[in-house]
């Protein structure tokens, strides 16, 4: 067994499996919460549900992000608030506008697009290892996080941080032959794709749907019962 | 041939002495010896010829050794290492190997057909027993008896074997004699397999690529010929001379990669103002070849250069290593529609199925509850 076998595995059959899994997965999470149920809402109210939701996205993406400071959340605690936002903008350029990350997306839909040029991936590639690691050092000094962080929320920050790191030494040919670190970054990458669906990372979905139910709750005006 | 020194026979071809010094220099050069003193950085082949000019090294050994016999078998192959060798620009390795070494048999070059041929290569195998070096070019396949691949009514793998038996050495030129090549890239309907893979008891040095670069195989023949003994190989059995350091790490087209200058089509403004093919699906980052350092066609161009992506040939598997032409970074196949549609559905299904019972059970529950109030 040589890298190179090693390699075309995490890539082939083990990226597939953990492909069916994370949507699989997924799908799983989102029919059993979805049949949880609602509790039928009869009050009568003033404002619109859907344009209280949409406000909301609106805000979160273009308002919260350029005045934190006006948030309850940014002034309790400024670097954690300030870490967790780069650290989620970070993985979106990485993962959509990284050319490598393009490449698969464009294998996978059958289209691609223009990325962003390498020194500025870079960049926010480190901005984002850097972040998780204060989030780290935040999780293990926090009384409170500590208390109710279970293997879970470690094993969270782990397998986000094992594609992280091993992507940035291959973009960087540091260390390892490139078929070795590249196939330790596939690995760890698909790890995490079956990881996802059965740990709170899932949020990357199941955010979408609270934040539009607390907009609608916002939007409506209505007297709670 | 008994006897006679490959200086010797030279001499009675014509050449003189000056000339003969050129050649050695040429084969010092082309196994890259190192004239070097006891602290000198070592070589690539990891040789350091201390107090000895490399030139004069390879003088005293051609001086002093005989010719050295080739048998040269060709399986499940299309003869382009055979043909890039003989093309190649570098006429005196050729003539290294087509002139100064015994080439004894070879199914393409030699004059002899059919049981004439096969007469000739028995008895060189007799007379050179233990002594010859044996090249394989293309892959065996040993599936079904081996009636895939006969050559005079006997199966690739028995002729192998059989010249096998009697090699000093064995090089395996090409992907396929190497690694199966082609004819092993999925299906392999023909069972095809590498050298390294049948042969077990004897060196077998690999020396891949689609065709092997002539230099390589001319180097690693001189080396032999040279020191008797095989260079330094790495873990697929290729010599770590020509094979040490991938396409990536001498690329023309590197500083582009580094700074994230991408052609997007083929031999659109980019590509020709030399930046790199990673986006086009080049593979030289895990190929480990000298292409990007020996070039082709005497030293002038390379696929890369030209404006090609590396495809990986000296790799293992590579026909089955992705799309030639898609990024790297690539799953290896794009998952059908279909089993991702049946993965969603399995986990729709089994989510609902368990929703299902825990909403049957809070019922039951709650209607237990509410009975129990009732009786309490």
Known sequence: MFWTDILAFARGPFFRVALWVFVGGMAYRLVRIIFLGWPADKVPRRGSKLWGALKSFLKGILVWPFIPWVKNTFNCNPVVYLAGGLFHLGLFVILILGTAHMLVWKSLLGFGWKTLPFPIVDWMAAITIAAIVILFINRLIHPVLKLISGPGEWLNLLFVFLPMVSGYVMAHHLWFRYEVIFSIHMIAVNILMIWIPFSRISHFMFYFFSKAIHGADFGKRAVEP | MAGKSIYEEMKENGFTRRGFIKFCSAVAGAIGLNLGSPTAAKSESGKVVRGLHPANLVSRALSSKPRLPVIWLEFQDCCGCSEALTRSQSPTLVDLVLSQITVEYHETLSAAAGFQAEDAKTAAMKKYAGQYVLV????????????????????????????????????????????????????????????????????????????????????????????????????????????????????????????????????????????????????????????????????????????????????????????????????????????????????????????GANTVQKKSARRKQESKNKGG
Not at chain 2, 306 to 329: I, T
């Open chain 2, 136 to 355: 394989v070019e293309g892959s065996i396949p040993p599936k079904d008896g081996g009636v895939y691949c006969t050559i005079g009514g006997k199966s690739s793998l028995s002729l192998l074997k059989e010249a096998a038996a009697g090699a000093a050495a064995i090089i395996a030129t090409g992907n396929c004699a190497a690694f199966g090549g082609i004819p092993k890239a999925k299906p392999n309907p023909t069972g095809a397999v590498g050298v390294m893979d049948v042969i077990r008891d004897k060196p077998v040095v690999n020396i891949p690529g689609c065709p092997a670069i002539p230099e390589a195989f001319t180097g690693t023949v001189a080396h032999f010929l040279v020191f008797g003994s095989l260079p330094e190989l790495d873990h697929l059995h290729r010599p770590k001379l020509f094979y040490g350091n991938t396409i990536h790490d001498r690329c023309l087209r590197r500083p582009f990669y580094e700074a994230g200058k991408y052609a997007a089509s083929f031999d659109d403004e980019g590509a020709r103002a030399g930046w790199c093919l990673n986006k086009l699906g080049c593979k030289g980052p895990i190929t480990y070849n000298a292409c990007a350092s020996l070039k082709w066609g005497g030293g002038l161009s390379f696929p890369i250069q030209s404006g090609h992506p590396c495809l990986g040939c000296s790799e293992p598997n590579f026909w089955d290593g992705g799309g030639f032409y898609q990024g790297q970074s690539a799953p290896l196949d794009r998952p059908a529609l279909l089993t991702m549609g049946a993965a969603l559905a399995a986990g729709a299904v089994i989510g609902a199925g368990v929703a």
